[in-house]
Nanobody
Framework: QAQLVESGGGLVQPGGSLRLSCATS????????MGWYRQVPGKQRELVAD???????NYADSVKGRFTISRDRAKNTVYLQMNSLKSEDTAVYYC?????????WGQGTQVTVSA
C-alpha cells in the first residue's frame, strides 16, 4: 500500500497554474519533514520545495517565487501550488520526506506545460 499518493498533475499552458496534492498517513505527516521533488527523463530527481516547518520553507532557485509548499494537518496532506508555469517545469512530481526515503516514493504525478 502506497504511503504517499500524489495527485493534481495534468496538461497546462505556459503561464498557467496547478495545485498538486500529496496524501499520506498521520504517522508520516506528523513525524517527518516533507518536500516535493521532480524528475525529468534522463536527469536526477531534484528537490524543488522543502517544508522545513510551518513557518519556514525553501525552494530551488528555478521555482522560487512561483511555487509554494504548504500542508493541511487535518487532512494529512501536503500541497504544491505552482504558478506562472514554464515549459521547463514539465516533469513527474513526487512528494517524499526530506531527506527522501526510498520506501516512500510513490507513482508521482505528471505535469506537462505546453501550448
Amino acid at each position: 500500500q502506497a504511503q504517499l499518493v500524489e495527485s493534481g498533475g495534468g496538461l497546462v499552458q505556459p503561464g498557467g497554474s496547478l495545485r498538486l496534492s500529496c496524501a499520506t498517513s498521520e504517522s508520516i505527516f506528523s513525524f517527518y519533514r516533507m518536500g516535493w521533488y521532480r524528475q525529468v527523463p534522463g536527469k536526477q530527481r531534484e528537490l524543488v520545495a522543502d517544508l522545513i516547518t510551518d513557518d519556514s520553507t525553501n525552494y530551488a532557485d528555478s521555482v522560487k517565487g512561483r511555487f509554494t509548499i504548504s500542508r493541511d494537518r487535518a487532512k494529512n496532506t501536503v500541497y504544491l501550488q505552482m504558478n506562472s508555469l514554464k515549459s521547463e517545469d514539465t516533469a513527474v512530481y513526487y512528494c517524499n520526506t526530506v531527506p527522501a526515503r526510498a520506501p516512500f516514493w510513490g507513482q508521482g504525478t505528471q505535469v506537462t506545460v505546453s501550448a
